[in-house]
């Protein structure tokens, strides 16, 4: 499933669009500490997390996951969104709880 | 590849909206360079770290990258209040953060232990009420 696939579930609210949407999402990761994220979130993945802030977007930079689920009911601040948009990190957001979020990843994965 | 080049970066402190520019320049540098995706992963976590580190602890600081054919090299260097106790602040989720940092997301204590694991070597230079410097190299 690229993640291209997973926006057009519909599923998800969309944030903000990047230029990788025609990357595989490996799985889902679940961090909201984002120095335990930055060391941990798989290349690929769709990382679900609360934290909206502009260093959320660093490090879904650095770390290169697929894209950011804003959980919760979570969204961006506005710097954040400015950022987001510059360096084209796709950011969905849900109000489901991260680990239903997670879930439905994972279940669209292994469907 | 090139033979030899060195980055030099300006670490502003107490700017949250700007740290980790240097850590994602040089992120693309190394991309547009052809360096394998791991170690180019490897790079950017380790001195993200000390990037906010540095913005956190240290009023900023100078961060200066060398790219050699067999090796990167990162000197971080802050005129900061020093590290009082290194292998204390090495133990994973031992932190100093204040309580606005920490719910930034940051001051889990895995800084300098993430420095640690994605890097090939590391050492701390540090004095109190002088400053620390950092150098880690990751081999290619």
């Known amino acids: 499933m690229t993640l291209q696939d997973l926006v057009n579930k519909n599923i998800f609210s969309i944030s903000n669009l990047g230029d990788n949407l025609n990357l595989p999402v490996v799985g889902p990761y679940c961090c909201d500490l984002l120095s335990i994220a930055m060391g941990k979130a798989p290349a690929g993945s769709a990382w679900v997390t609360v934290m909206g802030n502009i260093n959320t977007i660093a490090v879904a930079s650095l770390t290169e996951v697929a894209c950011i689920i804003l959980a919760e009911g979570a969204s961006l601040d506005d710097t954040a969104k400015m950022k987001a948009k510059d360096q084209n990190i796709t950011v969905l957001s849900t109000e489901k709880p991260i680990f239903e979020a997670a879930l439905s990843v994972y279940q669209l994965l292994n469907a | ?85 290194v292998e204390k602040a090495m133990q994973a989720g031992y932190s100093t953060a204040p309580e606005n940092i920490r719910s930034l997301g940051f001051g889990a204590g895995m800084g300098l232990p993430n420095m640690k694991k994605y890097t090939d070597e590391m050492d701390i230079k540090t004095k109190i009420g002088v400053g620390t410097t950092v150098t880690m190299k990751v081999k290619l």
């Open chain 2, 1 to 85: 590849m090139i033979n030899y080049i060195t980055l030099t970066y300006q670490v502003s402190g107490d700017d949250f909206t700007r740290a980790g520019e240097a850590s994602s320049d040089v992120k693309s540098k190394l991309k547009q360079m052809g360096v394998s995706p791991e170690m180019v992963r490897k790079v950017a976590i380790s001195m993200y770290e000390g990037e906010i580190n540095m913005v956190i602890h240290a009023h900023g600081g100078i961060i200066k990258v060398t790219i050699s054919p067999h090796e990167i090299l990162m000197v971080l260097e802050d005129q900061g209040p020093g590290i009082p106790d």
